[in-house]
């Protein structure tokens, strides 16, 4: 008796259940031959393949709205392939998009306002690339040394307070001195190699 009741429950509940298909119904938004070129790109780029890496995501521009993580992995594979100029490009194409906001299209964007002389924008492009840059060693590097230049550039002087990142700020101290002329250059670099 008890299980012929617990059969009727399960019958009835399984009647109830909703079908399930396992398809998903998000995959149908994208191209088919976009997401081959795509997945090939990132394998491509894995493998240090960058020119069939670039080329590969070069084919499946088609997701750069669709995917935000493209974009970075385009830009990246252009600059590893030497056109860094067409990734600036493409990241101010998509500039006010979400899928442009990474460290990396921030910093291409402040190194181009910089060849512009651009100082401003410069800062402006580095505040935006702070929050990526804080919790990674290396971006904070990259990050303060750039501000450390745009303040050499703008007020011809070397920052008085700076953060210490052992030699790298050495070396990035004896490049502003040779930028502003200073007569300690010379003995600095001597002290660098020696």
Do not use: W
């Amino acid at each position: 008796m008890y299980f012929k009741i617990l059969r009727l429950i399960i019958i009835l509940l399984l009647s109830y259940q909703t079908s399930v298909f396992s398809k998903s119904n998000s995959f149908d938004d994208f191209d088919r031959e976009d997401l081959s070129n795509y997945f090939s790109g990132i394998v491509a780029f894995e493998n240090k393949n960058i020119s069939e890496a670039f080329n590969f995501f070069k084919s499946s521009k088609g997701l750069i709205n669709d995917h935000d993580l493209f974009l970075q992995r385009y830009a990246n594979s252009m600059i590893l392939d030497n056109n860094v100029a067409q990734a600036i490009n493409i990241i101010k194409k998509n500039e006010n998009q979400d899928n442009s906001k990474f460290f990396e299209a921030y910093i291409l964007l402040a190194l181009d306002s910089l060849k512009k002389n651009n100082f401003d924008q410069v800062d402006r492009y580095l505040d935006k690339s702070l929050p990526f840059a804080n919790n990674d060693g290396f971006k904070l590097v990259i990050f303060e040394t750039l501000k450390q230049f745009v303040y050499v550039f703008k007020e011809g002087k070397i920052q008085s307070q700076k953060k210490n990142y052992g030699n790298l700020t050495y070396i990035s101290e004896i490049f502003q001195r040779c930028y502003l002329n200073d007569e300690k250059t010379g003995s600095l670099f001597f002290n660098l190699i020696n």
